[in-house]
């Protein structure tokens, strides 16, 4: 047989269809939030707590931001048809981007603003632990006043908190390394959408130094382009310079060698002798002729005048060169902090907290095998539940035995009376006359449900006995009588002479020592004692036959054996504590009146913080 959890959410069938749903209602929720209210406003107030100690430790730091235009353009002096604009596609656009972000412009801009010797640009943003006691010391100094305040100090040095941390020294390299840090953790560049404009921010606590900064990174940009080309254009102009003077002294030898064959007036026409040894045994003539000589003249001399146009572009570039990116906005140094947001952290804390304080109440309620209302017990015992006790007082969660003579328009004795009620409507073939109570443990509040039941049935005048037949705590007896009068064990003949009135009761009371000096616990001597006192007139006390006796039970704690004197009983009601009795138990309870053919007629909750609508009085 599988278990159910005793949290279960309930579950409701469909007549048409039989399927089971599972639902939560209005009532779950509000018993959810009145039971976990604790947990979720101690999970704030410290997600609170933290967020305050955020806002009061964090210096605010400054973003300013300035923006740049990559238009990459084909110079005019390059085109004939003019200046022409040129397309960049996403690849292109992010590796500008990477170029900002590179350590080359960050050691430019770094040299430039000499970041490295700046105490203010390099100190960090989040302050470090100590620093950040230290800042909380003097929030609760100013708040404390002088006199606490040396008592705080004292008390700080004491645990080591706040102290300032010995310097170190750095190298040159490492100052530039951790500069180099800072700068890049600062530094923001992104794309404005789709376009070509880029925005690059900088984050300080100087709100003068992040302008700086982040003007200078635009700047530096721009010049990183201009000097790449210009070095570009010088490396291009010494290659075609070198090469010049090469295609300069192969057309001159060209044109002298045609030269020279036109000054000899020989145009290869000779006699037949000369022609033959001239020719190579392929048949090739080896020596040039004039034309050849001057095609090969003409060819260098066109290289030549096509290299030095562009060695002359190439020098004009070097004088002028032009930049495919501009500075559109100019940062200026921002007015308001961009962080930390006290209201938005505030806001984020506070809905954290809320998220964290009911997950662990999810989680406390998933894990809780305690019965805590009388839906889990219908649920997973199969039950019912005769009614909802409230708590009587924080000190004493047993009860008091007279809390329905002392108070009897409490919201105790209401729920009692409506338990009262329950009980007597009780599905069973008779009125309940004899009505057992027992509990799981024996610090169950149990001995208090059976003498302020005893003062209802009392005073709405039916004659009652109590009969303490747990006689191994004997608290009903004990409370009632005193605990000299508890251990006495002299006990008359008959039997019920032995029941005295129960002082300022109006009841009746059997003690638990004479229940177990007569063997009472064994069902045909209880039976038989049953039948005497409902039978006969008491003269002792000048009342007739008991209209109700109510038996006080040893527990499950005492063991199981001793439960068998409930099947001589009309029906028994088990108390359980709300938030204490585990269902499991509850369930092997339930088990053993079951099996010693004892009716359980319901449990009656006790101690219930929360109570459901059935069972809430007003």
Known sequence: MDRMLPHQWPATTNKQGGISQEFIGFADITGFSRRYLGTIIACLGAALLVAWFYNSTTDPVFTASAQILIEPKVPQHLQEGGEVNLSLDTAQVESQIAVMQSEKIAAMVIEQLKLVEDPKFNRPHAPILPEAFRKIKMVLADALGAQKSARLTSLWEYFGLGMPEPPTSLTDFQK????????????????????????????????????????????????????????????GGAWLEKRLQQLRAQMNAAMAKAQEFRSRHDYSVGNESQNEDANTADGVNAVPTLEELEVTAETYQKMYESFLQAYTNSVSQQSYPVADARVITAATAPLYPSAPRPKLILAFAAIAGLIVGIGISFVRHTLDWTVRSPRHIRENLGIECVGELPLTSKRMESGHVDEVKRHPYSRYS?????????????????????????????????????????????????????????????????????????????????????????????????????????????????????????????????????????????????????????????????????????????????????????????????????????????
């Open 414 to 618: 209401q729920c009692l009376r409506k338990a009262r009620a329950e009980i007597s409507l009780a599905e069973t073939n008779h009125q309940v006359k004899f009505l057992g109570l027992t509990a799981v443990s024996n610090g169950s509040p149990k001995s208090s449900v059976a003498s302020n039941l005893a003062t209802l049935y009392s005073m709405s005048g039916l004659k009652t006995l109590v009969i303490d037949a747990d006689v191994r705590r004997s608290v009903t007896t004990i409370r009632l009588l005193g605990r000299s009068v508890a251990y006495d064990r002299l006990c008359q003949d008959p039997i019920r002479l032995s029941i005295v009135r129960a002082p300022g009761r109006s009841f009746d009371l059997l003690r638990s020592s004479v229940v177990e000096g007569t063997d009472l616990l064994m069902p045909r001597n209880m039976e038989a004692f049953l039948s005497e006192v409902t039978a006969f007139a008491l003269a002792d006390h000048e009342l007739g036959a008991y209209d109700v006796v109510i038996v006080d039970l040893p527990t499950l704690a005492s063991g199981a054996d001793e439960l068998i004197v409930g099947s001589v009983l009309d029906g028994v009601v088990i108390v359980a504590e709300w938030g204490k009795t585990h269902s499991e138990t509850l369930r092997d309870l339930v088990r053993a009146l079951q099996a010693s053919r004892a009716h359980v007629l319901g449990v009656l909750l006790a101690n219930a913080r929360t109570m459901t609508s059935k069972h809430r009085t007003t």
């Open 176 to 235: 530039f390394r951790h500069t180099m840090s800072s700068f890049r953790d600062g530094l923001d560049i992104r794309r404005v959408g789709v376009s070509y404009a880029i925005d690059i921010s900088f984050t300080s606590v100087d709100p003068e130094g992040a302008s700086n900064i982040a003007n200078a990174t635009a700047d530096a940009f721009v010049h990183e382009q201009i000097e790449t080309k210009a070095d570009a254009a010088r490396e």
